[in-house]
């Protein structure tokens, strides 16, 4: 019997949730920055086209004598690094202005246009910057260009990054410490009803999941389950009434029946009346072990016996257990060896009880082992568990058998040419589940016989 998986932070719901704002609110954060670049570049675009157009209109009324003192005289009312302009004679040799080259790729239509790499300025001390350009015949022959920056788009862009990342930051770093301290209280909510779910699948069915004063949709959920196991404790204490006082009543019957027949054993018979007076005999022993074994099971599944548990040591138990079995190992020409690896830590637990499942474990190892086998009983511990484990080099359980073998009754088909009742580790089944331990079924480590072992919860470390 598995528990459920432990809930991972990042896989938690409220970590998804979190994590999907974040996404869409940097998906959408980045649309926004794309459509408001562009939307400012367009606007800056045009500004910088109205301006060189009109600059151009003013100039085209400056006579051409003039026209180098206005230009230096409207310079000084120009941004600096901003706006430049250029006067170059009909073979493109520059006359005036701070632009210094008469760029080829600048198309002669009057019209501006814009330069990715823009034009050759005097006072620059780094790469040309993208500018917006126009160039303009004039009467004379000459030629002139005038030049805006187109870098200002650029440094609007970076600002713009610039309040995008702050805002990330502003929105990420809140809603992660957020996450970290929010998902908290949820998620230990989640584990507590994880732990009394685990104790209703162990056999505890009084237990229910526990309800907050909140009334949300995680109460809402448990009081369902709650009702749901309400109903289901019910049903179960009817069924089990039913089959105990079946039991229990056709025990008395079956009682004298077998007192009856052990009179008639008692009386001189023909030999053909004996033998099928030994048969019923056998039968009702038959018939009166499985009702013992029923009514052992029902015992053992009342979880009241849990108040009788008291510290125990695992590897005296196996000890024990290893000394009594011996014997009938070797009587059936087997080698059961006793493997105890390390120290076991104390556990709590039903001496009696234990020893009657390893009992249990070891008898059908040896009935199903053939002469010349090995058994094994071992025990080992690890930081989070102790182990108990028989292991034979039988013909072992079929994987699609295993779920099987743990159901009350239940004889596998290869089980039939071997006495027994399909009680045996049914039995162990009820005791490892009253004890809130876990019973696995598998094969031995050279993948032959069988493997079951008893997985035991090793004790915490104590708080000083």
Known sequence: MSSPPAVEPWRSSSSRLIGFYALFFVAWGALFTGVLYWQISNYLGNVAQRTLMQRAHYYAKVDDANLVGELAASEAYSTPNIDAYGLFDAQGRHLAGDLLKLRASLPDDGQVHYLQRGLSVAQASEEPRSSYALLVHRSDGRMLVLARDGGSVSAVGGIIQQALAWGLSLTLIPGLIGWRLLRRRPLKRVQRLQRSTESVVSGNLADRLPLSSRHDELDMLASAVNTMLDHIEQLMLEVKGVCDGIAHDLRTPLTRLRARLHQLDQMPLAADQRGALDQALAESESIMVRFQGLLRVAEL????????????????????????????????????????????????????????????????????????????????????????????????????????????????????????????????????????????????????????????????PKKG
Not at 327 to 344: F, M, N, R, V, Y
Not at 369 to 376: F, H, S
Not at 436 to 453: F, K, P
């Open 301 to 460: 599944e009342d979880t009241r016996r849990r108040s009788a548990f008291q510290a125990y040591l695992p590897a005296e138990l196996l000890m024990q257990v290893h000394e009594f079995y011996e014997p009938l190992a070797l009587e059936h020409q087997q080698t059961l060896t006793l493997d105890i690896q390390g120290p076991l830590p104390a556990l709590m637990g039903d001496v009696a009880l234990l020893f009657e499942a390893l009992v249990n474990l070891l008898d059908n190892a040896i009935k199903f082992t053939p002469p010349g086998g090995a058994i094994r009983l071992r025990g080992r511990a690890s930081a989070s568990h102790v182990t108990l484990e028989v292991a034979d080099n039988g013909p072992g359980i079929p994987p699609a058998e295993r779920p099987q073998v743990l159901r009350r009754l239940y004889r596998a088909p290869a089980a039939d040419t071997q006495p027994g009742h399909g009680l045996g580790l049914s039995l162990v089944a009820a005791i490892v589940r009253l004890h809130g331990y876990q019973l696995h079924i598998g094969s031995a480590d050279d993948g032959r016989g069988a493997q079951i072992s008893l997985s035991c919860p090793a004790p915490g």
